[in-house]
């Protein structure tokens, strides 16, 4: 008897020992879950941030017609004010839950579907440079004459006046959609019937890019860049001049122009429902456009300062720049650099100060106020593009001063 109770109690407490075991390793087992939950999320969140340092912004263009998939990091969260985002950016489901073809559409949207060949600066191959600043190639210069102007146009950036200005006052012919299906016909004074605004617009001009080039136009516009400058080729190569203007002022103008323009198709009555505070505090407001542009990166890739200097580069080394804040100055530098004849004396002048285009009176922000203050920062990127334009505007002036020398009109 003794040894039956001596052994029922050595296998109890060989059980007690061994559910105490199994219990310890249950909570060892679930921590150590927890630990390497923790650890992959880490490590996925610093996969992340490697792809943000190691994918050069430009590496996301193709060089030829069409972008594949960027990073789809940092997206912004849901807007706390119900205001869907701009036309173009499609709708307001979140990059992470679109389908492939969706994701394309919209990127064809916001970046116009078609893409340049790039040299091995990562730069538009077929865009002239501005001018070499420091050693001027001869024959270079020389092509100024023969190349087309590329107008990439900024909206709300004074460019309706400056294209009134180059058809009426400098006789400049431009392709431009006016007359629904796009033809290889002038069907106004001076445009020719091929769209290159819209990235449908742009496919077509793009199979007809021969023919337009080949029709006597001297110029193409384009909201565009990276699309814009798709349409040259080695044959017919593109000189970018561009109107930069304050990007809170741009804000405003297009915030209280599009919800009046029923004509246009970025046209948005929902906005007459919102304040420009109202807009400006959505999380769907899409800021830095122009860097965005620049460097063909879509609204949800997080920008960085290397996406600024890459922008500063571009617009440095490819784009001749005018200040919307300095139009007379502006259009007469367009006019030394780029040889343009004025048909009648005074006629930019009373364009710009007796005749400007698309004008649309608003009520303005203060600066330094709270809307000012937070467009700034939501801003930062084309708030210091915009700068930088204001210093590279300050000096062509010596550049156009090389360009009269080498075209034989002196200094």
């Known amino acids: 008897g003794m040894m039956t109770m001596k052994r029922s109690a ?3 407490s060989l059980f007690a020992i061994i559910s105490s075991c199994l219990l310890l390793a249950s909570i060892v087992t679930t921590r150590h879950a927890a630990v390497i939950t923790n650890e992959d999320t880490q490590l996925q969140q610093n996969d992340q941030s490697s792809l943000r340092r190691l994918v050069h912004p430009q590496q996301r263009i193709m060089t030829g017609r069409r972008l594949q998939e960027q990073p789809e990091t940092n997206l912004p969260p849901r807007p706390a004010v119900k205001l869907p985002p701009p036309p173009a950016v499609a709708n307001e489901v979140a990059p992470s839950r679109l ?14 579907g078609i893409y340049p060949h790039l040299d091995d600066d990562m730069l538009p191959k077929y865009l002239r440079d501005t001018m070499p600043r420091e050693k001027l190639s001869v024959m270079d210069v020389w092509d100024v004459d023969k190349d087309i102007a590329f107008f990439w ?10 294209k009134n200005i180059m058809n009426f006052c400098f006789d400049l012919k431009r392709a431009e959609n006016t007359d629904g299906l796009p033809s290889m016909e002038f069907k106004r004074n001076n445009i020719l019937n091929m769209d290159t605004t819209s ?18 136009i001297d ?15 080695e044959r017919h190569r593109g000189r970018t001049f561009t109107i930069m203007r304050h990007p809170i002022e741009i804000a405003q103008s297009l915030f209280h122009y599009r919800k009046k323009a029923k004509w246009e198709r970025t046209y948005r009555e929902d906005w007459n429902q919102i304040t420009f505070k109202d807009y400006a505090n959505s ?6 456009w122009v860097v965005h542009q620049l460097t063909g990166t879509m609204p949800w890739v997080q920008l960085t300062d290397e996406h600024l200097e890459q922008a500063k580069n571009i617009l440095k080394k490819k784009v001749f720049v005018g200040i919307a804040d300095q139009m007379d100055e502006t259009v007469r ?19 710009l100060h007796s005749n400007p285009s698309n004008t649309n009176p608003h009520p303005l922000i203060e600066r330094g106020s709270e ?27 010596e550049m156009i001063r090389m360009v009269k020398v080498y075209r034989g009109g002196g200094a």
């Open 10 to 12: 050595q296998v109890g």
């Open 333 to 351: 530098q367009l006019r030394e650099y780029f040889g343009w004849k004025e048909k009648e004396p005074f006629c930019a002048f009373n364009y």
């Open 153 to 162: 146009h900024i909206p709300k950036a004074s460019g309706s006046t400056l």
């Open 283 to 288: 999380e769907s407001y899409i800021g830095n």
């Open 219 to 233: 110029l193409i516009v384009s909201n565009y860049f990276l699309a814009g400058a798709a349409l040259f080729t």
């Open 199 to 216: 990235p449908d617009g742009l496919d077509k001009s793009f199979e007809y890019r021969e023919e337009i080039f080949s029709s006597g």
């Open 371 to 397: 809307t000012w203050n937070l467009l700034a920062k939501k801003e930062k990127y084309d708030m210091a593009l915009y700068h930088f334009a204001l210093e590279l505007f300050a000096g062509q002036r």
């Open 99 to 112: 389908n492939e073809e969706q994701k394309k559409q919209r990127i064809k949207a916001f970046l116009g």
